[in-house]
């Protein structure tokens, strides 16, 4: 069997020839001995669970994914149970996790297993990484859990386990440890391998005060031999987050609130949201805080045609972290009886959707715990 993409010149290839195979089975023995059970390890999990379990981990920790991974699993066993749902659901169910583009891409690539691979997860490495939403880290995971092929992968976990194994000092430089991660790839089961690396980066080679007692591979870790552990990586300069305020009504009309579907030039495109205005305050005294409140209400007023946006009152403030942006939302209420305002205005993406529909839409986190304080409070006032 060969490593896919791996020549014979390759730097690491050379210099690791003598302790790969030795490093990689102390590695293996140790993860069977002292690894964590994650349901998308077991025996009987599908390729299908596999490759969920690996979009769902782009950007999640475990603990985080696993809950919704079982949910995923139970509602859709199969790529064709997801092909042929609504957006809407699947974003609903994936409504918590962030990087809602992972969700879209997850049902488009179901389509397309379904369209071209007879409903199932290709089975080859070029195939899996031509999906929608997948990389090479996540092409290679597929292929080598799922299908046991020879295939490196370079994530977080392994980027960190293998820059200081190597003493690969620039770890920026993918190149590198993408050939250092083929160098020590078995022939014979990469996907113990692969597991294996992937969960001491997790579990002891940690990004802080990384286990090197405990370590499986310690005796062939370059980086401990010459002291160079704390400084691999390099510390993370902190970047200073761009603060965004958000003034959003929450309009009541009877049993129906006014959402707003996100267009596709924001953040969380596709989802739903009360309507929200941007309201400059850095570094306002609360006075002037005051008057850009009132100047949003009005905004709001105007862009809705809904004069109740003027009356509205102060419930709460949230605070959330969207990449590099600090968000502060707060939110206001307000209520219209006007009768005439009750169709939707579709064209404008303005729907009214009642008290018991609400948790079927797709939000962001923050307008999510929102959503759900109100349908508590709206079914506890009736
Ligand atoms: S010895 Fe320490 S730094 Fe080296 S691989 Fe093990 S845990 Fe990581």
Redesign the pocket.
């Given at each position: 069997m060969y490593i896919i993409g791996v020549s014979k010149n390759d730097k690491y290839s050379e210099d690791w020839a003598n302790n790969s195979a030795a490093l990689s089975e102390c590695l293996c023995h140790w993860f069977e001995k002292s690894k964590r059970e994650l349901p998308w390890r077991a025996g009987d999990t599908t390729p299908w669970g596999i490759f969920i379990s690996e979009i769902m981990l782009q950007q999640t920790t475990v603990p985080t994914a696993l809950p919704y991974w079982h949910r995923f699993m139970d509602r859709f066993p199969t790529p064709q149970s997801m092909a042929t749902t609504s957006e809407d659901e699947i974003l609903a169910m994936w409504s918590g996790l962030g990087y809602y583009r992972r969700a879209r891409n997850l049902r488009k690539a179901a389509q397309l297993m379904c369209e071209s691979f007879g409903g199932d997860v290709p089975c080859t490495f070029e195939d899996i990484q031509a999906l929608p939403g997948v990389g090479r880290y996540t092409a290679g995971a597929v292929a080598s859990f799922a299908f046991n092929l020879p295939v490196p992968i370079v994530e977080a976990n392994t980027a960190r386990?293998l820059a200081?194994?190597g003493a690969i000092t620039n770890i920026s430089n993918d190149s590198e440890l993408w050939e250092f991660a083929k160098a020590l790839l078995p022939k014979d089961n990469p996907r113990l391998h692969n597991y294996a690396i992937m969960e001491?980066g997790a579990i002891?080679?940690k990004p802080t005060e990384?286990?090197?007692s405990q370590?499986p591979?310690?005796q062939f870790?370059k980086?401990?031999a010459q002291n160079l552990?704390a400084s691999i990586p390099p510390p993370k300069k902190a970047v200073e987050k761009l603060a965004i305020h958000y003034l959003a009504v929450a309009i009541q009309n009877g049993d129906k609130w006014l959402l707003r579907r996100i267009p596709t030039n924001e953040w969380h495109a596709g989802m739903m949201e009360f309507p929200k205005v941007e309201m400059n305050v850095t570094g306002m005294k609360s006075t002037k805080k005051n008057a850009s409140q009132s100047k949003a209400l009005k905004q709001l007023s105007e862009q809705l045609h809904m004069d109740c946006c003027r009356k509205a009152v102060y419930r709460k403030t949230v605070k959330y972290v969207v990449t590099n942006h600090s968000i502060t939302l707060e939110v206001w209420m307000a209520q219209t009886d006007t009768q005439s305002i009750r169709m939707n205005r579709e064209q404008e993406g303005l729907f009214w959707i009642a008290t018991d529909e609400l948790d079927k839409y797709p939000y962001g986190s923050a307008m999510r715990r929102i959503i759900l304080t109100i349908i508590k409070e709206a079914k506890e006032n009736r």
């Amino acid at each position: 069997m060969y490593i896919i993409g791996v020549s014979k010149n390759d730097k690491y290839s050379e210099d690791w020839a003598n302790n790969s195979a030795a490093l990689s089975e102390c590695l293996c023995h140790w993860f069977e001995k002292s690894k964590r059970e994650l349901p998308w390890r077991a025996g009987d999990t599908t390729p299908w669970g596999i490759f969920i379990s690996e979009i769902m981990l782009q950007q999640t920790t475990v603990p985080t994914a696993l809950p919704y991974w079982h949910r995923f699993m139970d509602r859709f066993p199969t790529p064709q149970s997801m092909a042929t749902t609504s957006e809407d659901e699947i974003l609903a169910m994936w409504s918590g996790l962030g990087y809602y583009r992972r969700a879209r891409n997850l049902r488009k690539a179901a389509q397309l297993m379904c369209e071209s691979f007879g409903g199932d997860v290709p089975c080859t490495f070029e195939d899996i990484q031509a999906l929608p939403g997948v990389g090479r880290y996540t092409a290679g995971a597929v292929a080598s859990f799922a299908f046991n092929l020879p295939v490196p992968i370079v994530e977080a976990n392994t980027a960190r386990a293998l820059a200081r194994i190597g003493a690969i000092t620039n770890i920026s430089n993918d190149s590198e440890l993408w050939e250092f991660a083929k160098a020590l790839l078995p022939k014979d089961n990469p996907r113990l391998h692969n597991y294996a690396i992937m969960e001491l980066g997790a579990i002891v080679c940690k990004p802080t005060e990384p286990l090197c007692s405990q370590c499986p591979i310690a005796q062939f870790c370059k980086a401990k031999a010459q002291n160079l552990v704390a400084s691999i990586p390099p510390p993370k300069k902190a970047v200073e987050k761009l603060a965004i305020h958000y003034l959003a009504v929450a309009i009541q009309n009877g049993d129906k609130w006014l959402l707003r579907r996100i267009p596709t030039n924001e953040w969380h495109a596709g989802m739903m949201e009360f309507p929200k205005v941007e309201m400059n305050v850095t570094g306002m005294k609360s006075t002037k805080k005051n008057a850009s409140q009132s100047k949003a209400l009005k905004q709001l007023s105007e862009q809705l045609h809904m004069d109740c946006c003027r009356k509205a009152v102060y419930r709460k403030t949230v605070k959330y972290v969207v990449t590099n942006h600090s968000i502060t939302l707060e939110v206001w209420m307000a209520q219209t009886d006007t009768q005439s305002i009750r169709m939707n205005r579709e064209q404008e993406g303005l729907f009214w959707i009642a008290t018991d529909e609400l948790d079927k839409y797709p939000y962001g986190s923050a307008m999510r715990r929102i959503i759900l304080t109100i349908i508590k409070e709206a079914k506890e006032n009736r």
